[in-house]
C-alpha cells in the first residue's frame, strides 16, 4: 500500500466543481482535476486490504488497490496498465458510473469510502496526455470477421476486445455516431463527446471499421451479416421507454425523456434532427421518474431555464445512511443527490400520477396526483401502496418528461428477422455463461440481454460476450477471464 496511515490521516476529498450559477449557463462538464498534492493523498486513503471487497463491487472486477498503489507512487504507466486490463473505458465510467465499488470499499464500513471513480478519471486523462493510451491489436489477424450491432458502451467493449484478439470487426450503428447511450443519452455536462470521440480514434487505430446510419434489419438484411461474419454480437440497447397510460397522455407536452435529451444532445453537437424540438425553456416541467435520466432531465431543464423543475418518484423517500436491512458491503438503496438536483429541483417521494390536464387547445396545463403509503416486508423492501385519502390534487406543469425506464429492446426489424428467442422480460435470450442465443454464430451483450443496467455492467457484458465469442471461433481465448472474481463473488 502506498501509505500505511493515509486513510487515517487524510479524509475524502472530492474536486471542485463549478459554481451552479456558472455552470446553468452551459453545457460544458464542471468537475475538476485534483491537485498532484490531492491526488497523492487520496490514493493514500487506500488500505491494500487483505480481502479487498472492492473487486466485487466492481462488476469488471477492478484491481482497485494496486492502481491506487501505483498512482501514490506516480507510476502512471503502471497504474493505466493495471486499470486497462479490466476496463476498456474508464473515461467514461470515471465519469457517470454509480461507482458500486466504492459502496463495497472497506474503508466505507466506518468512513468515506475511497475516491476510487475519480482515481480511475485521473489516471486514464494522465495517460492520455503522456500518450500511453495506443492501439493494441496484433500485426497477425486470425482472419475471422465478426459484426458487432450497436455502438453503446457494451458494442465498443465487445469491439476493442475482439480486435485485441485479433479479429477482423465491424461495428454497425443505426445513428451518424458511435457512443449509444454516451453520445446521445448521457447530456454533454457529464459526459463531452470529445471523449466519446477520442476514444473512437484509438479503436479506429486499432483496425475497427464503424459503419454509420445503418439500421441492420431495415437498411441492410440481418441475415447477410451473418451470412458474412463468422460472430456476430447483438448489443442494442433496452430502447422501449417504459409509458404511462393514464387519461390525458395524449396531451401535447408529454415526452419521454430519452426523446428530449437526444435532441439538446444533438444541439450541442450542431448535429441535424427532423423531429420537432423539445425545449423546457419558460415552462414548469415535472418529470416523472427519480433515477438517473430523470436527474438528466432536471438538469437539461435548469439549462434551458424552465420556470420551475420538479421530479416525482413513487416509491417512499429512501434513508441517507445505510440501514441495518442494508449491510456492508451490498449496494445500499439511499438517498442520491446529484449535480442535477443541486442545481435546483422540487423533489416529491411517494406521489403517484392520476390524470394529465389540458386546455382547449390540447395543451398540457397540469396534472392529477395523489400521495401513497407503502406497505413494507420484514427488510424494508416496498410490498404495494395505497393512495392516501384526501390527498389528491392538481399541480400545474406544461412539459412532463416520463423517465421511468426502459422495458426491453425494439424487437422489429432485427431481432424479428434473424428469429432470436426472448426471455420472460422480452430481452434476447442468451445463455448467463456463454453469451449465445438459439441462432448459430449469434451472440448477445448487455441492455439487450440483460435489460437496462449501468454503463459498468454494460462494459463487463461486452467484455465476456467477446471472450465467448473468440472461444467460440478459435477453440480457446487469450482475453481476460472473469472467473477469477466470479468466484470470489461466490464466497463472500
Known sequence: MGKVTGFQEFGRELPQ???????????????????????????????????????????????????????????????????????????????????????????????????????????????????????????????????????????????????KAGHSVTVYERDDKAGGL????????????????RRIKVMEEDGVEFKYNVEVGKDLSADEVVRNHDAVILSGGSTIPRDLPIPGRELKGIHFAM????????????????????????????????????????????????????????????????????????????????????????????????EFLGDENGELRAIKVTDVSWEVDVLGRPMKFTEVEGSEREIACQRVFLAMGFVNPQHEGMLKK?????????NVNANDKTYRTNVSKVFAAGDMRRGQSLVVWAISEGREAARKVDEFLMGHSTLESKDAVNEFEQVF
Request: proline content about 6%; some cysteine.
Open 17 to 163: 466543481k463549478a459554481p451552479v450559477a456558472e455552470r446553468v449557463k452551459n453545457y460544458n462538464e464542471f468537475v475538476g482535476l485534483y491537485s498532484d498534492d490531492k491526488l497523492n493523498q487520496q490514493s493514500a486513503r487506500c488500505m491494500n486490504c487483505g480481502i479487498p471487497f472492492c473487486h466485487s463491487g466492481c462488476p469488471l472486477g477492478n484491481i482497485i488497490p494496486e492502481f491506487n498503489d501505483a498512482v501514490y507512487r506516480k507510476n502512471w504507466e503502471e497504474a493505466y496498465q493495471i486499470l486497462s486490463s479490466t476496463n476498456n473505458f474508464p473515461e467514461f465510467t470515471g465519469r457517470i458510473c454509480p461507482a458500486p465499488c466504492e459502496s463495497a470499499c472497506v474503508l466505507g464500513i466506518n468512513k468515506p469510502a475511497v475516491a476510487i471513480e475519480e482515481i480511475e478519471k485521473h489516471i486514464i486523462e494522465i495517460a492520455y496526455a503522456k500518450n500511453l493510451v495506443k492501439p493494441v491489436a496484433p500485426l497477425v489477424k486470425t482472419g475471422k470477421k465478426v459484426a458487432v450491432i450497436g455502438s453503446g458502451p457494451a458494442g465498443l467493449a465487445a469491439a476493442a476486445q475482439l480486435s
Open 418 to 426: 434473424l428469429g432470436v428467442e426472448l426471455d420472460v422480460r422480452k
Open 259 to 354: 426523446n428530449f435529451l437526444k435532441q439538446q444532445n444533438k444541439r450541442v453537437s450542431d448535429t441535424k434532427f427532423d423531429a420537432e424540438d423539445i425545449f423546457a425553456t419558460g415552462k414548469d416541467v415535472v418529470v416523472i421518474g427519480g433515477g438517473d435520466t430523470g436527474s438528466d432531465c432536471v438538469g437539461t431543464s435548469n439549462r434551458q431555464s424552465a420556470a420551475s423543475v420538479k421530479q416525482f418518484e413513487v416509491m417512499f423517500r429512501p434513508p441517507e445512511a445505510r440501514t441495518a436491512h442494508m449491510p456492508w458491503p451490498t449496494y445500499p438503496m439511499v438517498l442520491k443527490v446529484t449535480s442535477s438536483h443541486e442545481e435546483g429541483a422540487d423533489r416529491y417521494w411517494g406521489i403517484n400520477t392520476k
Open 182 to 197: 454516451l453520445r446521445y443519452g448521457i447530456p454533454d455536462f457529464k459526459l463531452e463527446k470529445w471523449v466519446v470521440d
